[in-house]
């Protein structure tokens, strides 16, 4: 059974980069796509990319150019970078492992609060 | 981008109730809609995939039908451990989600 743990600074400041890891064990991220969502209070859950080790990655347009998916194969860990945060970036982050974005498996989230 | 708009957004009930829970999409997206439970302090749950799929492991008290562009969750008897918050997504065109849907104790 794969396990995902997201991690990453619980605290940005606004107009900063939020960056946040997901590590994956119990399995290769080799041979899946990886999601990241996030929820927050007033958007509710919300698609942020996909991206698929060793091809490309696909970003929600709604965030315009903010967001950059990344992975290290050998370290078996996919990354997440918003840029240019605002209050409204406030959330829980997740990761996920996907089919057809289809989200079968999740990580335990992290709450990250953009606050000066 | 298509909007997920679910109805309705709190449902009280009892256990042993039937309870449907609708998803209304602002264009088709065929039958490519998943339902998700989640529980609080916890990720969301696969329940259905393609608007009708049960997913292994998922009790056969939940169902899922429609396609085009409405939809819906059916619980057959509540129990207990289904009090939650549900979720639809499209997967049509990239993903997006509806609001939720909290079911909770009458």
């Known amino acids: 059974q794969v396990q995902l743990q997201e991690s990453g600074p619980g605290l940005v400041k606004p107009s900063e980069t939020l960056s946040l890891t997901c590590t994956v064990s119990g399995g290769s991220i080799r041979t899946y796509f990886w999601s990241w969502i996030r929820q927050s209070a007033g958007q509710g859950l919300e698609w942020l990319g996909q991206i698929y080790p060793g091809g490309s990655a696909n970003y929600n347009p709604s965030l315009k150019g903010r967001v950059t998916m990344s992975v290290d194969t050998s370290k078996n860990q996919i990354y997440l970078k918003l840029s240019s945060v605002t209050a409204a970036d406030t959330a829980i982050y997740y990761c996920?492992?996907?089919?057809?974005?289809?989200?079968?498996?999740w990580g335990q989230g992290t709450l990250v609060s953009v606050s000066s | 981008d298509i909007q997920m708009t679910q109805s309705p957004s709190t449902l009280s009930a009892s256990v042993g109730d039937r309870v449907t829970i609708t998803c209304r999409a602002s264009q088709s997206v065929s039958d490519w809609l998943a339902w998700y439970q989640q529980k609080p302090g916890k990720a969301p749950n696969l329940l259905i995939y393609?608007?009708?799929t049960l997913e292994s492991g998922v009790p056969s008290r939940f169902s899922g039908s429609g396609s085009g562009t409405e939809f819906t969750l059916t619980i057959s008897s509540l129990q207990p451990d289904d009090f939650a918050t549900y979720y639809c997504q499209q997967y049509k065109s990239y993903s997006t989600f509806g609001q939720g849907t909290k079911l909770e104790i009458k």
């Open positions: 393609k608007a009708s």
């Open positions: 996920a492992r996907e089919q057809q974005l289809l989200l079968g498996d």
